[in-house]
């Protein structure tokens, strides 16, 4: 079974900045991208940002030109630099696994269990 474990987050002042880590652990023979959604109070989860293949990126409208991702294809292993935090960025981020193949299975999503990030003055 594979599981994504995430790291960083935690309480920074408007205007701030932030990086979050996700590893993949397990018996994972491929996997074709990873990201970050997140969840803030009230709100439906949304797309923060995406790394495909190790190449392509895609980010959330209210994130683009603020959060950079990366990652690393070998390691198994997704960042994200958040930069100029703003209040509304406020919500539980979750590491996604799109397109997993471990022991002879595809998974199409696999979730951590979430962080939190709270900007607050």
């Known amino acids: 079974q594979v599981r994504l474990v995430e790291s960083g987050g935690g309480l920074v002042l408007p205007g701030g900045s932030l990086s979050l880590s996700c590893a993949a652990f397990?018996?994972?023979?491929?996997?074709?991208?990873m990201g970050w959604y997140r969840q803030g109070p009230g709100k439906q989860r949304e797309l923060v940002a995406t790394?495909?293949?190790?190449?392509?990126?895609t980010y959330g409208d209210s994130v683009k030109g603020r959060f950079t991702i990366s990652g690393d294809n070998a390691k198994n292993t997704v960042s994200l630099q958040m930069n100029n935090l703003k209040p509304e960025d406020t919500g539980v981020y979750l590491c996604?696994?799109?397109?997993?193949?471990?022991?002879?299975?595809?998974?199409?999503?696999?979730w951590g269990q979430g962080i939190q990030v709270t900007v607050s003055s």
């Open positions: 790394l495909t293949n190790g190449a392509l990126t």
């Open positions: 397990g018996a994972i023979f491929s996997i074709d991208g």
């Open positions: 996604h696994a799109a397109g997993v193949i471990s022991n002879g299975r595809w998974t199409r999503d696999t």
